[in-house]
């Protein structure tokens, strides 16, 4: 599985947008996106994912680079409830190994009221 | 809610000792995955089953194992328990076996063992 690199830790205002960077450079034609969350004492939700072009959905928006080796999570408005720990996992389109999520280090969000 | 059901919330053991997990999947989800998370290793995959068979093998060790019954339902079964087993324990389950699907886990079993 292709690895991703993400900060350790991020804060952000309540109410402000808030960009969450992850890189990818060594990412396959056919690997997808995915973004996961996990709130305190929870286990992961999904989030949103993406191949090529951005994605948007209730949640957050999913900004791919042109050349794909980075992505960047936003989230519009952030709240208290989503102070999480945010994965950017790849996941090969075509790799017969069942669909199992790789999880990193991700990113730990504080939002500030 | 997920809709993923795991039993027990929490859990008490001694070394040595054995303990099953279950995890009841979203209805009509065949794939049923498990996941560790400890402070020290974060989340690990440790093993995955579709419709009844195991699909895909993780950082499992052989002192645990898991099945999925044909009810779709799935046991975590960890035995001779050591200090390092205290975890929590997350099952995920999706409705097929692709890299694509969405992944819904559930709230997790936390097992310590004294």
């Known amino acids: 599985d292709a690895k991703t690199t993400q900060p350790n830790s991020m804060e952000s205002n309540e109410e402000e947008p808030v960009h969450l960077p992850c890189n990818h450079s060594?990412?396959?034609?056919?690997?997808?996106i995915h973004w996961y969350r996990q709130l305190p004492s929870q286990g992961p939700e999904y989030v949103i994912h993406?191949?090529?072009s951005n994605v948007n959905n209730r949640m957050a928006s999913l900004a791919i680079a042109e050349d794909r080796k980075s992505s960047t999570l936003i989230l519009h408005r952030a709240t208290l409830r989503d102070a999480a720990v945010y994965y950017c996992?790849?996941?090969?389109?075509?790799?017969?190994?069942?669909?199992?999520?790789?999880f990193g280090q991700g990113t730990e969000l504080s939002v500030k009221p | 809610d997920s809709g993923v059901t795991q039993t027990p919330k929490h859990l008490i053991t001694a070394t040595g000792q054995r303990v099953t997990l279950r995890c009841s999947p979203r209805?009509?989800?065949?794939?049923v995955y498990w996941y560790q998370q400890s402070l020290d290793q974060g989340l690990q995959f440790l093993i995955q089953?579709?419709?009844?068979?195991?699909?895909a093998k993780g950082n499992i060790l052989e002192r645990f194992s898991a099945q999925q019954f044909p009810d779709l339902h799935s046991e975590l079964n960890l035995s001779s328990l050591e200090l390092g087993d205290s975890a929590l324990y997350f099952c995920?389950?999706?409705?097929?076996?692709?890299?694509?699907?969405?992944?819904?886990f559930g709230e997790g079993s936390r097992l310590t063992v004294l």
């Open positions: 060594t990412i396959s034609g056919t690997d997808y």
């Open positions: 209805s009509g989800d065949l794939s």
């Open positions: 089953y579709y419709n009844g068979e195991e699909r």
């Open positions: 993406g191949l090529t």
């Open positions: 996992i790849l996941r090969d389109r075509f790799y017969n190994q069942g669909g199992k999520l790789i």
């Open positions: 995920a389950s999706s409705v097929v076996a692709l890299n694509t699907g969405e992944l819904f």
